[in-house]
């Protein structure tokens, strides 16, 4: 799955690290366009676990040991809510996805099969999928890769992603 916003040469905008690596720094710039919709946020993977956090609180607490992370924008659910500049139902309509981390710890990523508002991508975060965090990766372009599914979008080429697979493990795995 595509995972947050990123230039015409396919390079992440905001934070990316991929194995440990920083392939990219906190972007906490005012500009336009959804990442900057106000608060934005940070999805990431530690040594604890699975997390999702506005920019802000995760500059605040500067994180260490981090092994992924992706930024994007905006927050859609922070700490319960709805991002307050998201309406409950908005008129802008696409193919949208995002992440979460329930509150057992374990991260949801979704993406819509129809266009949908970020209010209904939030509120499915929040009310169905016990996300009391939850970021907008992607919109317009949306897209996943899903073997078992059949399903395998390509409309565009794309910059961060995410793959989630099974781990193997064995005398005979390299």
Not at 69 to 96: C, E, F, W, Y
Request: hydrophobic content about 40%; charged content about 20%.
């Amino acid at each position: 799955m595509n995972a947050g916003m990123y230039d015409l040469k396919g390079r992440p905008i905001g934070l990316y690290v991929e194995d440990g690596r920083k392939g990219h720094r906190l972007n906490r710039r005012e500009g336009d366009g959804n990442f900057h919709l106000l608060p934005n946020g940070v999805f990431w993977q530690d040594a604890a676990g699975f997390h999702v956090a506005t920019t802000d609180s995760f500059a605040a607490t500067a994180p260490t040991g981090i092994r992924y992370a992706t930024q994007s924008g905006p927050m859609l659910v922070i700490n319960g809510a709805l991002h307050p500049r998201i309406a409950p139902d908005g008129p802008s309509r696409k193919i949208r996805n995002g992440v979460g981390v329930t509150t057992a710890g374990l991260p949801v990523f979704v993406i819509s099969d129809d266009k949908v508002s970020f209010g209904k991508l939030a509120r499915l975060f929040r009310d169905r999928l016990d996300c009391p965090n939850a970021l907008f990766l992607d919109g317009f372009v949306s897209s996943l890769w899903d073997a078992a599914s059949g399903r395998f979008d390509q409309d565009v080429p794309l910059g961060p992603m995410i793959v989630v697979s099974e781990r193997v493990s064995g005398p005979d795995t390299r």
